[in-house]
């Protein structure tokens, strides 16, 4: 057998023709699961197409046109925003939303995370988060109402302020300055229990380690609070605040139970009770979708900003890691 010479090599094998690879059956039981998935998902589509999908595309529609819900519908292009645009009562219902907003969610969140704190620190707290987590769970027409008769001139808060500070009892729902502030006060003793099971249960997920290591170095409660916890408890209190502005930007049935007529010279007018006005006071569907599509923007460049800042704010684990 002669040598190969130099530069010569071996012809290599052909590798063999794959044979097509047949799409694989699917079993029966896939199938019935499949078939069961849709069953139980089918509800909840049908409900959001009817009640948030539908609404949805029929108010950017009729934010467009002139009509009263009977008549016949007419399109106007922009007319309807260039007017609610110009309409005091929108712009004073936006002041209203926007003050409730950013006095209800910082007050509201700094004392959820002080009572979370103080409940961590207890063995027995069930009591606590029951009473805490009970206006949350109580409807929002029952608690204006009871809140409405605290606030009477003869009622239990009046009363408390009159003969503490011996001064008249002051007229919360009938004063424009007060009757805000009658909502602000509402609006935060009613969520108040929902942030402080979620703060409690972020500050439980801190593992106990971390604690010990910075009270081994010395860190006081103080420093562990601002040092610590809240930096772990960032990207909690981050979706907090996110799904707090988004709900006092929808503030309507404590308004509309608490104060009739939103308020005395309208002091307790939000944007939401201003598009239920529109639409179904006086059945300007058209400018009261406008007003909604007004609210949609201003939710979400709420939104934006929040989550533009929660970078220099939020610290998450695998950010530190």
């Known amino acids: 057998m002669t040598a190969l010479t130099t530069g010569e090599r071996m012809p290599q094998a052909q590798p063999a023709a ?9 079993s029966a039981w896939r199938r019935r699961d499949r078939r069961w998935g849709y069953v139980f998902v089918g509800p909840q589509l049908l409900g959001m197409s009817l009640f948030v999908v539908l609404p949805f595309a029929a ?20 007319e309807n925003f260039s007017a609610q645009l110009q309409d005091e009562l929108l712009l004073r219902s936006i002041v209203n939303t926007l003050i409730i907003a950013f006095v209800t969610v910082p007050i509201g969140l700094g004392l959820a995370v002080v009572i979370a704190v103080a409940l961590e620190k207890l063995k ?22 009871i809140w409405q008769q605290m606030f009477r001139a003869d009622g239990v808060l009046s009363t408390a302020i009159s003969n503490i500070f011996g001064i008249a009892p002051p007229d919360w729902l009938g004063d ?20 402080v099971i979620i703060f409690l249960a972020g500050l439980q997920n801190i593992s106990p380690s971390v604690i010990e290591a910075a009270r081994i170095d010395g860190a006081g409660a103080w420093r562990l609070l601002t040092s610590i916890r809240l930096p772990l408890l960032s990207p ?86």
């Open 176 to 195: 424009p300055k007060l009757a805000l502030l009658a909502v602000c006060i509402v609006t935060i003793w009613s969520s108040l229990g929902l942030n």
């Open 124 to 145: 027995t707290r069930t009591l606590y988060l029951v009473l805490f987590f009970a206006p949350v769970v109580t409807s929002t027409v029952a608690v204006a109402m």
């Open 18 to 26: 794959s044979a097509p690879r047949r799409p694989r059956k699917e």
């Open 236 to 321: 909690i209190v981050f979706f907090s605040s996110v799904v707090a502005f988004i709900s006092s930007l929808q503030t309507f049935d404590t308004v509309y139970v608490l104060v009739s007529n939103a308020g005395p010279d309208n002091a307790t007018r939000t944007i939401v009770y201003h598009i239920y006005d529109l639409g179904f006071g006086k059945f300007e569907i058209g400018p009261s979708s406008a007003a909604s599509v007004i609210l949609l923007v201003i939710t979400l460049v709420i939104t934006a900003i929040q989550f533009g800042a929660q970078k220099k704010f939020v610290h998450y684990e695998d950010d530190a890691a």
């Open 59 to 78: 108010s950017m529609v009729l934010a467009f046109a002139s009509w009263d819900g009977l008549g016949e519908l007419t399109w106007v292009g922009f």
